[in-house]
């Protein structure tokens, strides 16, 4: 039987907004990967500066986290939609004016309020488009927009600064994001009444944080974690076994494959529960991990980035799904947010506690460590869920 009207998840306005989503990750993914260098070769700055430019920005979107869901509350979605993809272009164009590390520095900081809102806005604004019954599905296709980032973001920003000036690539980025507030007018969501409450004024836990969306969020966390081991430091590791020829297809791969997988995973997350997803896919990632940790050769780097994208690639959306179906309509908001924050501090805690290990063993001891805590998450997420897990294996 063939969807409702009411049941379909590719209609206009989520395909603005998966679009819209995807524009903000490949600008983010793309500095994240192009800024390092940029640093030391343009402005004349240490690997320590370079760091600092990719913590101070998560830092921003960090902190901003805390207060997302508030934001979005008291003004709207669609206002806040509208207005920090248009300051998130703007913090882009002004990437083509910092010449000195100060004011390099200062944007990263205002580009990740900016970042940390969007994204927040864009993932509530989809879980508000996507019919109830198919929000493991919907929500999977949208968050593998984040995740196609991944790979696109690096090689266009890896490949154009082989060819043209940084100045170049920053306006190309500039013209994504611009290109995604244009489409901003395009969305439309359902009927809301903003609180119009001051954002600062007698703060609760409950308005920085939804409660019912931690358990995910603090899995999530340790996913991130440990992904932390693969986006930071796959570079370096490639290089340092003669296999950095090789690096830009272990993404590609593990891009085809997390694409392949994700209609059957989110409508396996829908049919059969959220168990049925998570406790294999933490268990591919695991061994994608581990099979990392021991590559000598190109094919065994693609074969650990397909079973890293398949394994990852299917954990971060049902993550997501959950803290969503875990708190009310009226909290999507807190809860992409709570999500989030736990996400982005995940990645920045692994990668400032891997890189340490890294300094002192080998980059295989780190990708066993990662994968270890894998294992050890599918413990902590059977012991959260055993209750479910119960009902699931009743049924």
């Not at 940084?166 to 901003?184: C, K, M, R």
């Not at 950095?244 to 997350?269: D, E, I, K, Q, W």
């Not at 268990?283 to 994608?288: I, P």
């Not at 460590?369 to 599918?378: D, M, P």
Request: charged content about 10%.
């Amino acid at each position: 039987m063939s969807p409702t009207n009411s049941e379909k998840i590719w209609t206009k306005p989520f395909w603005i907004a998966l679009i819209n989503n995807f524009f903000v990750f490949l600008a983010f993914y793309a500095l994240l990967t192009i800024l390092p260098i940029f640093v030391l070769q343009e402005l004349g700055g240490t690997e320590g500066q370079a760091g600092l430019a990719t913590t101070i920005f998560l830092i921003s979107a960090i902190l901003t986290r805390a207060f997302a869901g508030r934001i979005i509350e008291s003004f709207g979605k669609k206002k806040m939609l509208m207005v920090s993809v248009l300051l998130f272009a703007l913090s882009m164009l002004l990437y083509l004016f910092a010449h000195e590390l100060v004011f390099l520095l200062a944007l990263r900081f205002f580009h990740g309020i900016w970042f940390s809102i969007a994204t927040t806005v864009l993932l509530a604004a989809a879980a508000d488009l996507v019919p109830a019954s198919r929000k493991g599905e919907g929500l999977g296709y949208f968050i593998m927009s984040m995740n196609l980032a991944v790979v696109v973001g690096p090689f266009i920003a890896l490949t154009a600064v082989r060819f043209v000036s940084y100045t170049v690539l920053f306006g190309g980025l500039a013209a994504f994001s611009i290109l995604g507030f244009v489409l901003t007018f395009l969305i439309r969501l359902p009927a809301e009444t903003p609180t119009r409450q001051p954002v600062f004024k007698e703060l609760a836990l409950s308005d920085l944080v939804e409660k019912r969306a931690f358990p995910p969020s603090a899995i999530g966390f340790l996913a991130a974690f440990s992904y932390a081991g693969v986006i930071s430091f796959i570079s370096v590791y490639a290089e340092s076994i003669n296999l950095f020829h090789a690096v830009n297809l272990f993404f590609v791969c593990f891009a085809a494959v997390m694409l392949l997988s994700r209609p059957f995973t989110g409508r396996l997350f829908d049919r059969a529960g959220p168990a049925y997803v998570i406790i294999p896919s933490l268990l591919v990632f695991s061994a994608g991990l581990f099979l990392l940790s021991t590559v000598t050769t190109a094919a065994v780097l693609l074969l650990a980035g397909g079973l890293i994208g398949l394994g990852y690639g299917s954990i971060l959306p049902s993550l997501q799904t959950m803290a969503i179906q875990a708190s009310p309509p009226e909290r999507t908001s807190h809860a992409t947010a709570t999500f989030f924050m736990l996400f982005d501090s995940g990645i920045a805690v692994g990668s400032f506690v891997l890189g340490t290990i890294a300094s002192l063993m080998t980059y295989s001891y780190v990708y066993i460590i990662c994968g270890t805590l894998v294992l050890a998450t599918l413990g902590i997420y059977m012991l959260v869920y055993r209750n479910r897990l119960r009902l699931q294996s009743a049924h």
